[in-house]
Nanobody
Framework: QVQLVESGGGLVQYGGSLRLSCAAP????????MGWYRQAPGKQRELVAG???????DYADSVKGRFTISRDNANNTVFLQMNSLKPEDTAVYYC???????????WGQGTQVTVSS
């Protein structure tokens, strides 16, 4: 059973920054596309940012220019650098590892990010 472990969430003021980390032990990390999703109360889970094994990135329009996703394949870790945070960024953030060929889809337990105005 693969368990992704997120860290780095917390409470930050409007305009502040946070860096989320997600460790993914036990998988061939470079073979997995990694993503960060978030879910705010009463809303559906949405994709925030994704990165392929080769490093191609994609972002939700709402976070472009403010968030940066990156990965360290040597240490099985993916990061989400979040700058210029807004109250609407408040949500539980989840890490995802996906390999469509193997039909693997793993999730972390989530980390709370709260942005105060």
């Amino acid at each position: 059973q693969v368990q992704l472990v997120e860290s780095g969430g917390g409470l930050v003021q409007y305009g502040g920054s946070l860096r989320l980390s997600c460790a993914a032990p036990g998988i061939i990390f470079s073979a997995y596309a990694m993503g960060w999703y978030r879910q705010a109360p009463g809303k559906q889970r949405e994709l925030v940012a994704g990165i392929t094994g080769g490093g191609i990135t994609d972002y939700a329009d709402s976070v472009k220019g403010r968030f940066t996703i990156s990965r360290d394949n040597a240490n099985n870790t993916v990061f989400l650098q979040m700058n210029s945070l807004k109250p609407e960024d408040t949500a539980v953030y989840y890490c995802n590892a996906r390999n469509l060929i193997l039909r693997h889809d793993y999730w972390g337990q989530g980390t709370q990010v709260t942005v105060s105005s």
